[in-house]
């Protein structure tokens, strides 16, 4: 069965620069969730969009933005990137409003910023 | 932690044994699921339990969720080896599009 994808698995990026990374969710989910995960933390929600429009936020930096695009994949772009930016980001997808099927993660873009 | 915490923060079992792992939240909720995580890796959706529901059961698991505490139990019965990983509980609050883990219980099964 088809899973989310992320892209890309792993990302070195230098102080100051930008990354995107995208998710390609599920076919047919609607919705659509970002997390960061820093070194022994627990995932931290940062934004989710349903049916292409942002439908929560978290704990986003301003510098970071995201969309949701007409077939339903999504990118988180982040600029002017620091140092404690490095963390694990998942990104998840699922029906909405979510079944007996929880959330399906994807495996995650590991970050490092130098 | 956005949610609440997990207790305890780390398990340490013989394999064989069972494992409880404890969670709270704060807010109203819709439901309430239990992840798993090898280490840095995804995280594996393992059950979901309604609001209204009390207790549900998925192989080895266990869940119980008791809303006028706000807290749920995951149970993993006869444990081994392989069920070493961290466990999260994370909850869909009412009326939102997010779902909030907990700290996270970081299990280990020895051999």
């Known amino acids: 069965a088809a899973g989310v994808i992320q892209s890309p698995r792993h990302l070195i990026k230098e102080k100051r620069e930008t990354a995107t990374l995208k998710c390609y969710p599920i076919p047919r989910h609607d919705t659509v969730y970002w997390y960061q995960q820093g070194p022994g933390q627990d995932p931290q929600f940062l934004i989710s969009?349903?049916?292409?429009?942002?439908?929560d936020k978290g704990s986003i930096p301003d510098r970071f933005s995201a969309q949701q695009f007409s077939d339903y994949h999504s990118e988180l772009n982040m600029s002017s990137l620091e140092l404690g930016d490095s963390a694990l980001y998942f990104c998840a997808s699922s029906l909405a409003p979510v079944s007996g099927y929880g959330y399906t993660f994807g495996s995650g873009t590991r970050l490092t910023v130098v | 932690s956005q949610q609440g915490e997990e207790d305890p923060q780390a398990l340490s079992i013989q394999e064989g044994e069972n494992a409880t792992m404890n969670c709270s939240y704060k807010t109203s909720i819709n439901n309430l699921q239990w992840y798993r995580q090898n280490s840095g890796r995804g995280l594996v959706h393992l059950i979901l339990?309604?609001?209204?529901?009390r207790e549900k059961h998925s192989g080895r698991l266990r869940v119980t969720l008791d809303t006028s505490k706000k807290s749920s139990s995951l149970l993993i019965t006869a444990s081994r080896a392989a069920d070493t990983a961290s466990y999260f509980c994370a909850t869909d609050e009412t009326g939102g599009f997010k779902t909030i883990f907990g700290a996270g219980t970081r299990l280990f099964v020895k051999a």
């Open positions: 969009f349903y049916e292409k429009m942002q439908s």
């Open positions: 339990i309604r609001s209204n529901e």
